[in-house]
């Protein structure tokens, strides 16, 4: 099964190793150091250039990649089955 992360955008849900809420991450200087590097590094995609709403970590092609998207964590979480909880 693939998840729609957005605009023309879908992952094996296999691939999908978490789905996180950006708001409610960016409270932690950590989370944000953490994707501010990734994004320099080259391993962030941006879906849309809207504001996102969640971001999603997967590996694609043996790769960890960062996917900012448009659909909240808990619409994405409804999608896949995957539990979802709140921080």
Same mark, same amino acid.
């Given at each position: 099964?693939?998840?729609?992360?957005?605009?023309n955008?879908v992952?094996?849900?296999?691939?999908? /190793?978490?789905?996180?809420?950006?708001?409610?991450?960016?409270?932690?200087?950590?989370?944000?150091?953490?994707?501010?590097?990734?994004?320099?590094?080259?391993?962030?995609?941006?879906?849309?250039?809207?504001?996102?709403?969640s971001? &999603?970590?997967?590996? &694609?092609?043996?790769?960890?990649?960062?996917?900012?998207?448009? /659909?909240?964590?808990?619409?994405?979480?409804?999608?896949?089955?995957?539990?979802?909880?709140?921080?």
């Amino acid at each position: 099964m693939f998840l729609h992360l957005g605009e023309n955008v879908v992952v094996p849900i296999k691939d999908v /190793i978490g789905i996180f809420d950006i708001e409610a991450t960016m409270y932690s200087p950590d989370t944000s150091q953490f994707l501010r590097m990734a994004e320099e590094d080259g391993f962030v995609e941006r879906i849309t250039k809207d504001k996102p709403k969640s971001f &999603v970590i997967a590996e &694609v092609d043996k790769k960890s990649k960062i996917y900012l998207s448009p /659909i909240s964590s808990a619409t994405l979480s409804k999608r896949t089955d995957i539990v979802y909880c709140e921080l």
